[in-house]
């Protein structure tokens, strides 16, 4: 029941204002409120909070309601357009439902971990958290992967993965069909892929050797990746209770279930990873019950100690598995069933590498050569010198 007096009313009851329609003051348990009650054009019942009576008075409330009620006539809504406005999703909305509601259903746990990380590190601290989806610009966009330049094949990574969120907010309702304003140029991207020649082949063999006390897990980890050809994730992620007569056996990986084969090399390096009671993992992390996750600091002391200056990645091992394996003489098909590839384009990619590396070794010999005949060259030009000397003090 409405009270007659706005100063005066129980908790939970409210006074209507007898001289504005929908105007009423609501009585709360520490405050009492101006709330406007309207219906739009269309139908539509709206309750704005206009403010605490402390705050506003009866006079003022009274001019209030009636700018907001010639507004309604007019065909307008101004509560509806404040919500929409307060309500719109955000780059950080996006990022959580994208992770969540798309990657964590479609994709592997590895690349949904990925995309996490590209929201985090990148695109919210760019973009702003609190932006509204539909407000992002392709010049926003570009500012961002120009940003990135100096990392052109993450930046390019990231700008597909915004891309694929605006995607997705399209089918959401979050922003108009077709506004898509992911349109860059993307970077030129340098194949990063080289193989250790064989002197820092030793150099690295005889580091992690040295290691093997300090850091048995990571020495285990390299070893691995080393004598199967396996991806590093697959290595990391694996337990002891997937290692069969058969080989490792993975119950998902990139191309989904698999078997990675274990040379006598192999088994042996996983005689050697000291197990971890409690922990399933072969690759035992810092955390408990946990694997390894971040390898960039023992693989560059590891690079610093096998005195590898030129610029090696962990997915290099696997690059030097599969060209010792085609230098072995496997052909492409027997190497692209023991490292797993679903395409058969991606093996030869290894063919093209030991190619380079029979280059490589060409030129090392050239230039070898090169150097001998100009130690030759030098040597005649000397005696011939010499001799010429001598003749000259002999006559």
Not at 57 to 67: I, P, Q, S
Not at 201 to 220: I, N, Q, T, W
Request: charged share 30%.
């Amino acid at each position: 029941m409405a009270e007659k007096s706005p100063k005066t009313g129980a908790p939970g009851t409210a006074w209507n204002d007898p001289k504005t329609p929908g105007l009423r003051l609501r009585h709360l348990q520490s405050k009492s409120v101006w709330y406007l009650y309207y219906r739009t054009k269309q139908g539509k019942q709206r309750n704005e909070k206009l403010a605490d009576e402390r705050v506003l008075t009866l006079t003022a409330a009274r001019e209030r309601a009636r700018e907001i009620l010639a507004e309604v006539a007019k065909g307008g809504d101004p509560a509806g357009e404040k919500k929409a406005l307060t309500e719109r999703p955000t780059l950080a909305d996006l990022a959580k439902d994208h992770y969540e509601k798309h990657c964590l259903v479609r994709n592997k746990p590895s690349w949904a971990s990925e995309v996490e990380s590209m929201y985090r590190v990148h695109i919210l601290p760019f973009l702003g958290a609190e932006t509204a989806v539909a407000d992002v610009t392709e010049a926003d966009v570009n500012k961002l992967h120009h940003h990135m330049r100096k990392t052109p094949r993450r930046a390019n990574t990231v700008c597909a993965v915004l891309s694929k969120g605006m995607e997705l907010s399209e089918k959401w309702g979050w922003r108009p069909k077709r506004s898509n304003p992911v349109d860059i140029d993307r970077y030129k991207e340098n194949e990063r892929s080289r193989i250790p020649d064989e002197n820092e082949a030793a150099r690295l063999l005889k580091a992690l050797e040295r290691a093997s006390e300090e850091e048995p897990h990571f020495v285990g980890l390299v070893e691995l990746l080393l004598f199967t050809g396996a991806r590093l994730g697959e290595i990391k992620a694996a337990k002891w209770e997937w290692v069969t007569p058969d080989g490792l056996e993975l119950p998902d990986s990139k191309t989904g279930k698999k078997t990675i084969p274990l040379s006598d090399l192999a088994r042996n390096a996983l005689q050697n990873i000291p197990r971890v009671k409690g922990n399933p993992y072969i690759i035992v992390g810092r955390r408990k019950g946990r694997h390894m996750v971040n390898v960039t600091k023992p693989w560059n002391r590891l690079m610093e100690a096998a005195q590898i200056k030129e610029r090696l990645v962990r997915h290099d091992l696997r690059h030097f598995f599969a060209t010792a394996g085609l230098s072995g003489g496997l052909n492409l098909d027997q190497l692209g069933e023991l490292l797993g590839h679903a395409d058969p384009r991606t093996t030869k990619r290894y063919a093209k590498l030991m190619v380079d590396s029979k280059q490589q070794a060409a030129n090392t010999s050239a230039k070898a050569v090169q150097a001998f005949m100009a130690r030759q060259k030098n040597k005649a030009a000397n005696e011939n010198s010499q001799n010429q000397a001598n003749n000259a003090g002999s006559m």
